[in-house]
């Protein structure tokens, strides 16, 4: 099993920087796609940004390209979400989310780390 612990949200004017972190324990090697997504009351949950076990490639949502960057360290025990030039549309709560190897969904969630960001 794989347990999730997001870590580093607050709340911060337009303009700033928050890094968020996550914690990844248990069977690490398991794990695949790693990503970032975000929900706020009464919506939907919806996806930031990922990265890919194999290739290390980035995906993220339009809305934030150039603007967050996600990484991991290398032995993949914690997943970051840098996020710079933040807005009042990007207060959310943010999950971390993991796939396996065997499968594109995704089966691992923390329980998020709350942001907010006022103009």
């Known amino acids: 099993q794989v347990q999730l612990v997001e870590s580093g949200g607050g709340s911060v004017q337009t303009g700033d920087s928050l890094r968020l972190s996550c914690a990844v324990d248990?069977?690490?090697?398991?794990?695949?796609?790693m990503a970032w997504f975000r929900q706020t009351p009464g919506k939907d949950r919806d996806f930031v940004a990922s990265?890919?076990?194999?290739?290390?490639?980035?995906n993220y949502v339009d809305s934030v390209k150039g603007r967050f960057a996600i990484s991991t360290d290398n032995a993949r025990t914690t997943l970051y979400l840098q996020m710079n030039g933040l807005k009042p549309d990007d207060t959310a709560k943010y999950y971390c989310?993991?796939?396996?190897?065997?499968?594109?969904?995704?089966?691992?969630w923390g329980l998020g780390t709350q942001v907010t960001v006022s103009s």
């Open positions: 989310a993991a796939t396996t190897l065997f499968s594109a969904d995704y089966l691992f």
């Open positions: 248990g069977r690490t090697s398991t794990t695949g796609t």
């Open positions: 990265i890919e076990r194999e290739t290390n490639k980035e």
